[in-house]
Each structure stands twice: as C-alpha cells, then as structure tokens.
C-alpha cells in the first residue's frame, strides 16, 4: 500500500513552468520531503573510492561464509 | 559543504574482484542508499564516505551471521545508523537539536500540503543538508527511511524502535518540520 502511495506521489511531481519560457529556470516541486530526498539521492553517486578501499580492506580477510539460510535455501536477496 | 559531484551513473558498481560475488552484489545493490543515509545523516562527504566503507567492511566480516530475519537492506540499515549513532556522539553537536518536542513541530509555520518547490536544483543538496540539520535527529533519521521505497512502514519501525502506527503519527510532523525549514533555506 505504502509503495503505490509512493508512486502516485512521484507521478504528481512534475515541472512547472512551460517550455515557451526558456529565458526562466523551471521550477521542481516535490509532494513532500520524502520525494525531495528521493530525488536527491537518485541524484547523488557513491564515491568509487569506496569500493576501492573495501577491496584493499577485505583483500587480507577470508571471504564471507555463507550465510546458514542460502545454505539451507540457496538464496534470494531478500 | 562540499556536495558529492553528480554524474557518476555507475560510481557505486563495485570491482569486480571484490571479494565475493555474493558481496559483491550486496554492494552494488545497497551502497547507494547507505552512502545517502550516512551523507544526509553526518553531513559531511568524506565522514559519510569513511562510515559507507565500515559499514559494509563490517557487513563483509558478519555477513554470514545474518540469519535472514530481516532483510539485508534492513540488515546494513542497522548496522549504518548504529555506526553513524556512534560517530555523533563523539561531536559537540549531538545536543544541539535535542528539540524533539513535536509540540515544536506540530505549530510550525508550514503546510504538509503545500508542494516543496526548488528553483535551482544546483544546490539542492545544500539546501536538503542545511534542513535536515535543523531537524532533530529522530525526524532526520525517520524521513531518510521512509525516503527509501524498498522499506515498509514496519521495517522503518522496527529500525527506529517505534511501531508503524507512530511512525505515521510522527512522518507527518517532520515533513512539516522539513517544509518550514526547507522555506528558510531559499
């Protein structure tokens, strides 16, 4: 339920503003802060250093077992 | 602040050597939005950066005591706000924003219904920054979740330690609180 709320929400953002008024920024709105945060994320990347630095850190380290339940059940991600 | 630069459309796609292939999946599928959390949360790039890369170094150690009771975004969702907790209680601000009144909140000047209107997206993420920071930490914390759509009301919950219903009760209240000071930041 909470997911379609979330989806309607993202169809009633929209630009305002026309495309006849170039010379203007369009504005954005958001429904509420929690589509302005999505937005915001889907827009802000993971530094690469990142995985960079994980793969040094766990190059020394034995890999992950695996977990008893994909062992048992072969495993979905969620 | 210095915001993240954008255009990185594959920034979080691990090595592909990373450890794991199993882990490996795990990381491209989460980083994102714990790299999110973990920026809006401290408010500082190279601070989110370091937590993301112990977070999921922590989850690389422990990955085979997760027992499935959650799920895994779930899972790195605990551990990253543990992480981050911990990070802030060390900062001299951790007492700033102890205004968890909502009281406070509930006669904040804003409308829920009131679209959030921006005009320059540039500098978005400063503005988003500069608000979350005046938030208290719980409707920070609380409208960073509940911004991710692969998590329930009931999940937010169980990770905020309150139930579904006060989480609905309480959403309202910071998305007033963040439209008020979102205002101010124009």
Redesign the interface.
């Known amino acids: 339920m909470k997911h379609q709320t979330k989806l309607s929400q993202e169809q009633q953002s929209r630009q305002v503003g026309t495309e006849h008024q170039t010379q203007q920024p369009a504005a954005r709105e958001f429904a509420n802060a929690e589509e302005l945060l999505r937005y915001d994320a889907a827009h802000t990347p993971v530094p690469p250093a990142i995985a960079q630095r994980l793969q040094k850190s766990t190059g020394d380290l034995p890999g992950p077992k695996t977990a008893w339940w994909k062992r048992l059940f072969g495993g979905a991600n969620r | 602040m210095n915001?993240?630069?954008?255009?990185?459309?594959f920034?979080?796609?691990?090595?592909a050597?990373?450890?794991?292939s199993?882990?490996s999946?795990?990381?491209a599928?989460n980083?994102?939005?714990i790299?999110?959390l973990a920026?809006?949360f401290l408010g500082d790039?190279q601070k989110a950066?370091d937590a993301?890369?112990d977070v999921?170094?922590k989850a690389?150690?422990k990955?085979?005591?997760?027992?499935?009771e959650a799920?895994?975004?779930t899972w790195l969702y605990r551990i990253a706000i543990n992480h981050c907790q911990n990070l802030r209680q060390g900062w001299h601000d951790r007492h700033v924003f102890s205004n968890a009144d909502d009281a406070v909140w509930e006669n904040a000047a804003a409308r829920?219904d009131s679209?959030?209107?921006?005009?320059?997206?540039k500098e978005?993420?400063q503005r988003?920054q500069k608000t979350l920071a005046g938030l208290p930490d719980e409707y920070r914390l609380m409208?960073?979740l509940?911004?991710?759509?692969e998590l329930?009301?009931e999940q937010v919950g169980a990770l905020v330690g309150q139930s579904p219903d006060a989480v609905r009760g309480k959403l309202h209240r910071?998305?007033k609180a963040?439209?008020a000071l979102?205002e101010k930041t124009a």
Do not use: K, M, N, W
């Open positions: 915001e993240p630069a954008a255009g990185c459309e920034a979080e796609e691990p090595p050597d990373l450890a794991s199993e882990f999946s795990l990381y599928e980083s994102r939005a790299y999110y920026l809006r790039p950066e993301t890369h999921f170094l690389f150690r990955l085979d005591q997760f027992r499935g799920s895994l975004r829920t679209p959030l209107r921006v005009l320059e997206i978005l993420g988003i409208l960073l509940v911004a991710d759509e329930s009301y910071a998305r963040f439209a979102f």
